[in-house]
């Protein structure tokens, strides 16, 4: 059902914006849609993530980074 919701977005966001001019620009369009919706996930903010990586500071942890730390086991 995840993967379900994550087609509807970029269906969604196809049909607001109809097409890119290029396959670079397809590309571009895909990857930040991915960013904004891996971070909505973890309860990052997508702009201040991408404010932080643009402006060079890497104060935030990658979403690499957050995907693993919510992927261990509970320690009992």
Known sequence: MV???AYRV???????SFQTRSE??????DTF???????KKLGVSFYD?????VAGK??????ADLIAQKT???PI
């Open 10 to 16: 970029q269906a969604r966001v196809r049909d607001v």
């Open 33 to 39: 849609l991915t960013i904004n919706q891996t971070a």
């Open 58 to 63: 890497f104060d935030m942890p990658s979403l």
């Open 72 to 74: 261990q086991p509970v």
């Open 3 to 5: 993967a379900l919701n």
């Open 24 to 29: 670079e620009g397809t590309k571009i369009k």
């Open 49 to 53: 993530y991408v404010y932080d990586r």
